[in-house]
């Protein structure tokens, strides 16, 4: 996020345009809490993770109440465009804003959950992955060492993007996201059949919102009919949502936050910019909540035909 907020202060500033920043997301709009963000004032945040202007999720945002006085308080800064990144909840947000006021308003998808349409990738999304992958592979070590199965929680609430791209990268040898109904007998039968081929060791990676429940109430199910095979279970939970981010989502955040600028000062209004086959795009922000980019069955395929 830090560094779409570095390239919004920063392409602003280039085009003559002076940015300010709102802390703490929509709660430091209702509370007039804006600072000016001049492109020195960015300066030393490419690299750190998280966001410099803080976030939080507002309530009272929720109410026109609310958004009358971010809106009061735009006007009286004489804001013109509003970048906002974040989540579904928080262009939806932008989206009311928009239409409540004066307002101009423009979203970058930045979640760790990869779960909105009109971009290939949200921003965070491959930090997180890579750093829970940096977990998996030092668990991956301890199973590999005792010859255990190892059931293994990372974050996704609704969506089992870093679930399965965990799988993928961490040698998984089933993935449970919640897109696709978990079928226990099928996951004992997969590490039975793992096993039986010679594997000493497996890694299930388990989304958090799957619908069999956690990685504890999943391996319980799971182990109930597997006496002679030890298992553990981990929960990676936030040290995912933080830490240094990526090159790609530093480069992502750059061309995003620039693209968001570009898009206010052509007069473009509720749209997210995205990434698509290497492309910078526009799509109509109200697509981020009306669509969901399903996870694509080829790769479930894939996850299927390497795990052996
Ligand atoms: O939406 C992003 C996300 O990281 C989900 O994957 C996760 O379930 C949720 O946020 C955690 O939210 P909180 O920090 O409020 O517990």
């Known amino acids: 996020m830090n560094a779409a907020i570095r390239a919004v202060a920063r392409s602003a500033d280039a085009a003559g345009v002076e940015p300010v920043g709102v802390r703490s997301g929509f709660a430091g709009l209702i509370d007039n809490d804006l600072e000016p963000l001049d492109a020195r004032a960015v300066s030393g945040i490419l690299h750190t ?54 307002i101009k308003v423009v979203g970058v998808p930045g979640t760790i959950d990869n779960d909105l349409s009109g971009t290939d990738f949200t921003l965070g999304f491959d930090t997180a992955v890579n750093t829970a992958l940096e977990s998996i592979d030092r668990l991956r070590d301890t199973a590999a060492s005792h010859g255990r199965l190892f059931f293994i929680e990372v974050m996704g609430r609704a969506s089992g993007w870093i679930s399965l791209y965990c799988g993928l990268a961490g040698g998984a040898t089933h993935v449970l996201v919640p897109e696709y109904p978990t079928d226990i007998p099928r996951v004992r039968e997969h590490v039975q059949t793992a096993f039986a081929m010679g594997k000493t060791f497996c890694l299930v990676v388990v989304a958090e919102g799957d619908d069999a429940g956690s990685a504890y109430e999943v391996a319980e199910r799971v ?67 009306t669509e969901q980019d399903p996870i694509p069955e080829e790769l479930m395929g894939l996850m299927d035909r390497l795990a052996r």
Not at 231 to 260: E, I, K, N
């Open 223 to 289: 182990a109930e009919r597997l006496d002679d095979i030890d298992y553990r279970v981990a929960t990676l939970g936030h040290v995912q949502r933080g830490g240094r981010p990526s090159m790609r989502d530093r480069v992502l955040g750059s061309q995003l936050g620039d693209a968001a600028v570009r898009a206010l000062l052509d007069g473009a209004d509720r749209v997210m910019v995205g990434e698509h086959c290497g492309r910078v795009e526009r799509t109509p922000l109200s697509r981020a909540w």
């Open 49 to 102: 993770g998280g966001t410099v202007l803080g976030t939080g999720r507002s309530p009272l945002f929720r109410t026109t109440e609310g958004r009358q006085s971010a809106i009061k308080h735009l006007d009286l800064a004489e804001v013109d465009g509003l970048v906002v990144i974040g989540g579904d909840g928080s262009l939806r947000g932008a989206d009311a804003l928009s239409r409540e006021g004066r």
